[in-house]
């Protein structure tokens, strides 16, 4: 089996706990260097994420407000969290939405138990991900993750939706 493959087996498995997930990346890491095997992560979690919003067309109805429903589709839709119960809206504005999350996540408990840089892997694996899911949702919608504010160096995540002017 080729890394891609194996990553991506692990990937799709994984069910909530993404340990051993991650300890497949540091197994491929040892053979391909770590930047080249959470390259592979990314191409498998981006295809993912692109592939539910395909498969999930009456997710993708808009309510007028591309912010809003940027919001809705990737954080209540795809991810199953909410403001209302997992983090809080510390700005709002016709362009703008800052979110800090305190949600469980198991990309966080990875890196605790194996000793990752939670900085690292969240830009490295998902920062485009969320971008391309968002791009589709409104090619005008941008994403922004604070890395100087995320857990576990704070106690949330702050993760930042702009929608932008195009010419």
């Known amino acids: 089996m080729g890394h891609y493959q194996r990553i991506r087996h692990e990937y799709r498995r994984r069910k909530g706990d993404s340990t051993r997930l991650f300890q497949t990346v540091l197994s491929v890491a040892d053979e391909i ?26 997710a993708l109805e808009r309510g007028g407000d591309p912010l809003a429903d ?4 990737l954080y209540e839709e795809y991810i199953g969290i909410s403001t ?3 983090g809080d809206v510390v700005e709002e504005t016709e362009r703008k939405l ?3 999350w305190r ?7 990875a890196c605790e138990e194996l000793g990752l840089d939670t900085r690292e892997i969240c830009k490295k694996v998902y920062h485009r991900p969320v971008g ?6 409104d ?3 941008r994403f922004d993750r604070n890395y100087a504010a995320l857990r576990p160096y ?13 010419d």
Do not use: M, Q
């Open 33 to 58: 260097g770590l930047e080249a095997a959470l390259e592979v992560l990314e191409r498998c979690v981006t295809e993912k994420w692109l592939a539910w919003l395909d498969g999930h067309p009456a």
């Open 70 to 73: 940027g919001y809705r589709i």
């Open 84 to 86: 209302a119960k997992d």
């Open 98 to 100: 800052v979110i800090r």
């Open 103 to 109: 949600n469980e996540c198991p990309v966080l408990e």
């Open 132 to 137: 391309a899911f968002l791009s589709r949702i």
């Open 139 to 141: 090619r005008r919608l």
């Open 154 to 166: 704070t106690s949330y995540c702050e993760e930042i939706i702009t929608l932008e002017e195009l």
